[in-house]
């Protein structure tokens, strides 16, 4: 199985408290499967794609029943108290210490200094997706932040990220945007972006990581997801990387969809950050 390198998105899963109810909405959105829950791990279960593992729902935690339901994404690290470590030095908070999670790897939950939160994972037996990119899958991550800076200044002494910024060019549905991609090993192999969230965002809206689910079609999924009781809140949007939406599920969990297949315009053009 697919070894992650340090500062790649791994891994995915989310609170919810009708736990069924996410298994209904997600199966019939993302064509998800489910596994058994492992009662020795709070039920934590794994949804599954053409019978690969791509994420996991889990009931909330004795005491944590009034928290949002929402995705963390986790990033793969060599050694989660170093990460744990970097975390605090460059500002960040830790939520959950590093804690073992039987054999199946460690981890950590934080949030870096502008407020998203997000986990980090050591691989022990349970090494991450064994399915990204394609359709039911996860496929991508975007930092939503008002504070760009200090996001930014935190994502590079945490992990071994390249940073590259996008330039509006002449394209009015990029005007004004400030977006920065986040790369491992080279800028051919990107792995985050970060936007900054402006006025036309809530203003009592978080900062937050939006995950992206591939899917073959944007417009059904979205149409499924609004009959599941999920709410569109934009899109859908044709762009160079897809046609792509994004909604919350029935529980208030944000997350996006996206048809890569479907692009349009031209690729935008990035330059140092």
Avoid at 145 to 151: N, V
Avoid at 193 to 218: E, N, S
Wanted: net charge negative; with cysteine; proline share 8%.
């Amino acid at each position: 199985m697919k070894e992650f390198p340090e500062g790649a998105p791994c891994w995915v899963d989310a609170m919810f408290k009708d736990v069924e109810g996410a298994k209904t909405f997600y199966g019939e959105v993302l064509g998800w499967t489910f596994g058994e829950a492992a009662s020795e791990y709070g039920n934590y279960t794994q949804a599954y794609s053409d019978g690969k593992a791509v994420a996991a729902v889990v009931p909330p935690m004795p005491g944590g029943e009034d928290m949002p339901s929402a995705w963390c994404l986790y990033f793969a690290s060599p050694d989660v108290a170093q990460t744990a470590e970097k975390i605090k030095g460059a500002g960040g908070q830790l939520l959950m210490e590093p804690m073992q999670v039987g054999s199946f790897g460690s981890m950590a939950l934080a949030k870096e200094p502008s407020g998203a939160v997000f986990g980090v994972w050591q691989p022990g037996e349970h090494k991450g997706f064994e399915k990204m990119g394609e359709a039911g899958s996860y496929c991508w991550a975007e930092v939503f932040t008002r504070e760009p800076a200090k996001a930014d200044a935190f994502l590079k002494q945490v992990f071994p990220y390249a940073a590259q910024k996008m330039e509006p060019g002449d394209d009015p549905a990029t005007a004004g945007m400030d977006f920065t991609v986040f790369s491992v090993g080279g800028v051919e192999n990107p792995v985050l972006g970060r936007m900054k969230m402006d006025k036309d965002f809530p203003p009592d809206l978080p900062p937050y990581i939006q995950v992206y689910f591939a899917v073959p079609d944007c417009d059904e999924a979205v149409s499924k997801a609004q009959k599941l009781g999920g709410q569109l809140h934009f899109g859908p949007m044709d762009s160079p990387f897809g046609r792509f939406a994004a909604l919350t599920d029935q529980q208030g969990a944000a997350f996006a969809v996206i048809d890569m297949t479907t692009t349009a315009g031209e690729m935008p053009q990035m330059s140092d950050a």
